[in-house]
């Protein structure tokens, strides 16, 4: 079984706010929420596929991130990996480009939402970083 990569923004705003959307109903771990990016095309650098995902879901352009964490996660029926990124600074206006329910949440706030488990790793490690 082959590895899925994909790159993974952790979007936050200037009160540490972080944006989540719901995964569609048809997609691998449906109706679930997730923190926005996409896969990683062959060829294209992580930067690159941030970028490109994170301007098609919710046309912002990147600006500062930071490596926030690497995770491995084996599902049964797909194998993952994520590459997390914090995304400090962004320009335009985050909107749902393809209709997904969106929310901003304080970091505290994530454990009241449902997650594909690999994003639980991010979830953790969201309220150390921001713990009050």
């Keep these: 079984m082959s590895v899925v990569h994909v790159a993974v923004g952790v979007i ?22 997730e ?3 996409g896969k990683v095309e062959v060829g294209e650098s992580l930067v690159a596929a941030l970028t490109r995902e994170l301007q098609e879901e919710l046309g912002i352009s ?7 964490l690497e995770i491995h996660h084996d599902y049964g029926d797909k194998q993952v990996l994520l590459d997390v ?8 206006e ?4 393809e209709n ?7 970091p505290q706030a994530l454990t009241q939402y449902a997650f594909p ?7 953790t490690a969201l309220g150390k970083l921001f713990a009050v």
């Design 12 to 33: 936050v705003d200037s009160a540490h706010n972080v944006l989540i959307t719901r995964r569609s109903q048809g997609a691998h771990q449906g109706g679930l929420w």
């Design 35 to 37: 923190f926005p990016g």
């Design 62 to 68: 990147i600006g500062r991130t930071s490596a926030l």
């Design 85 to 92: 990124h914090m995304v400090w600074d962004y320009s335009g």
């Design 94 to 97: 985050a909107r749902s480009l």
């Design 100 to 106: 997904q329910p969106m929310a901003w949440v304080t």
């Design 117 to 123: 488990t690999a994003n639980l790793a991010i979830v």
